[in-house]
């Protein structure tokens, strides 16, 4: 079991930039796929970015695609988001999940993910 905190919400104005991290409760980390999601009221978890356990392989929404930029630092237990020329939609509720990494493949379907963190929210401004 891993228990997931996010942090680096908050307010920024359009065109600005925000890093979220996700940093993990214990030493088998590591093992673990990351994905970032995030949701607004009355819609769906939407997939955001993920990365597999090693790092090597990423995957993006085309949303945030050349914009966000996930990473991961498996000695501190967090992965982060880098978001550069934030837009107002993606005003939203970014949560962090993690899955047991076993396929090579960055998952990007919430319901495979077991773990979340209680999210950190992002508004961007006009």
């Known amino acids: 079991q891993v228990q997931l905190v996010e942090s680096g919400g908050g307010v920024v104005q359009a065109g600005g930039s925000l890093r979220l991290s996700c940093t993990g409760s214990?030493?088998?980390?590591?093992?673990?796929?990351i994905g970032w999601f995030r949701q607004t009221p009355g819609k769906e978890r939407e997939f955001v970015a993920a990365t597999t356990r090693s790092g090597v392989s990423v995957d993006y929404a085309g949303s945030v695609e050349g914009r966000f930029t996930i990473s991961r630092d498996n000695d501190r237990n967090t992965v982060y988001l880098q978001m550069n020329n934030l837009r107002l939609e993606d005003t939203a509720l970014y949560s962090c999940?993690?899955?047991?990494?076993?396929?090579?493949?960055?998952?990007?379907?919430?319901?495979?993910?077991?773990?979340w963190g209680q999210g950190t929210q992002v508004t961007v401004s006009s």
């Open positions: 999940g993690a899955v047991w990494g076993r396929t090579g493949v960055p998952p990007n379907n919430p319901s495979w993910y077991g773990y």
């Open positions: 214990q030493g088998t980390f590591s093992s673990y796929d």
